[in-house]
């Protein structure tokens, strides 16, 4: 099982740029692939971005060349650079992390707590 601490998030005006962090803890071995997600109150959570273990990213059509996402694996940390915010991007951000399935402590996913986003105009 994987633990997931997320930090970063914050308060920032449009145009300005934040970057999210992820650490994973436990049992690493097991992450096949990690992501950010998006969930406003009202909506269904939605991936912003993500990356497997071979570096391979997907990102948002809405965020495509403003959001990088990226991996240490020697630090086990996710990071989402952030620049160009909008308002439209005001969010709580959560962390996941998908498993390889191979055995029984790789069996479950996980979930960051969640970081806070918000962009003013």
């Known amino acids: 099982q994987v633990q997931l601490v997320e930090s970063g998030g914050g308060l920032v005006q449009a145009g300005g740029s934040l970057r999210l962090s992820c650490a994973a803890s436990?049992?690493?071995?097991?992450?096949?692939?990690m992501g950010w997600y998006r969930q406003a109150p009202e909506k269904e959570r939605e991936l912003v971005a993500g990356?497997?273990?071979?570096?391979?990213?997907y990102y948002a059509s809405s965020v495509k060349g403003r959001f990088t996402i990226s991996r240490d694996t020697a630090k086990n940390t996710l990071y989402l650079q952030m620049n160009s915010l909008k308002p439209e991007n005001t969010d709580v951000y959560y962390c996941?992390?998908?498993?390889?399935?191979?055995?029984?402590?790789?069996?479950?996913?996980?979930w960051g707590q969640g970081t806070q986003v918000t962009v003013s105009s």
């Open positions: 436990g049992d690493t071995i097991c992450i096949s692939s």
């Open positions: 996941y992390v998908l498993p390889t399935g191979w055995g029984q402590s790789c069996e479950d996913e996980s």
């Open positions: 990356i497997t273990n071979g570096g391979s990213t």
